[in-house]
């Protein structure tokens, strides 16, 4: 997105209920899942404007459990709602980073703010912010964002503990949540990470403004998911989705994000292998069996 985009007509709205009907979605799951590729087919409709990843939700969340419990931000969320406005292309809608809010709710507001804003500049009835840790934040953006629909993508455990640990152990500098070194550790944090997103998600099955979608189905019939995914936004499918992703893609990586280079390529699923080529047969039993207990065609399946 240019930097040269002016904030013209982007005059400060209700969030409580949009006037001009804007649809706001909240793409999560567990990192290494292929949200990425989901919001690239997504994002190449013509009413749906998406971003990369802000990170917002997780870096306004302070640690402190005092601090939390009353409402109140982190003070890092200043400076990262400022860089977040530079990287899509709106560095003047500074005005918009709230000088004196110290509350979550107040800093919540200003961002879904600027989110409508932008969409509605560019002519755009749907935004769709994918970060996948925001899966943590589920609760706190429902309570501050109505009416807002959750896009949860689930996938195989073995694939995305080897796609993990592949990443940590090449980029551990971007992943210090996951320690690399220690294979044995590293191993037991990838594995934990993923039962952890899969149960976050289980919470929400059933529930109408959620939507479960599998990897595998994704690959497996993109033309079905991707209709699927259009009648649970409210737009019309639109065949560009399948054929111009990747084109959109290029838009949503970062320059350092380039474990992410494979989304331009054609949709398939390649983790099998790495599965067997990063683990020996006891590390690949040991990840099996502690996968095996989550069953991922029946969430799929419930949704």
């Known amino acids: 997105m240019s930097s040269t985009k002016k904030s013209r007509g982007l005059e400060p709205h209700s969030i409580e209920r949009d006037e001009a009907g804007m649809r706001r979605l909240f793409l999560v799951g567990c990192p290494r899942s292929g949200t990425t590729l989901l919001q690239s ?66 800093y919540s507001r200003a961002f879904i703010t600027v989110l409508d804003a932008v969409a509605r500049q560019q002519n755009k009835q749907v935004w769709l912010e994918k970060t996948p840790r925001h899966l943590h934040y589920i609760d706190d953006i429902s309570a501050f964002v109505p009416e807002c629909k959750f896009i949860h993508l689930v996938r ?104 992410k280079a494979s989304v331009t390529q054609a949709i398939e699923s390649g983790d099998e292998r790495k599965f067997d080529r990063l683990f020996d047969e006891a590390q690949r039993h040991y990840i099996s069996n502690r996968v095996a207990h989550i069953d991922l065609a029946a969430l799929v399946a419930r949704a």
């Open 41 to 106: 087919l997504l994002a190449t409709h013509s009413q749906v404007i998406s971003f990369p990843e802000s990170h917002f939700y997780n870096t306004m969340t302070t640690s402190r459990f005092g601090l939390r419990q009353l409402g109140l931000a982190s003070p890092r969320i200043r400076a990262k709602f400022s860089g977040f406005l530079k990287l899509i292309g709106y560095p003047d809608m500074q005005c918009y980073v709230p000088y004196f809010a110290i509350s979550r709710r107040q």
């Open 156 to 259: 195989r455990g073995e694939d995305v503990v080897a796609s993990l640990y592949d990443v940590v152990n090449r980029h551990p500098d971007r992943w210090p949540s996951i320690p690399a070194g220690d294979m044995a550790s590293c191993i037991d944090r990838c594995v934990d990470r993923w039962i952890q997103s899969v149960r976050l998600s289980q919470r929400y099955v059933g529930k109408p403004n959620h939507a479960m979608v599998g990897y595998e189905h994704l690959v497996e019939a993109p033309d079905e998911v991707v209709k699927g995914l259009c009648e649970f936004i409210g737009i019309p499918f639109e065949a560009q989705m399948l054929e111009q992703y990747s084109d959109r893609a290029a838009t949503l990586v970062l320059p350092f994000e380039t474990w």
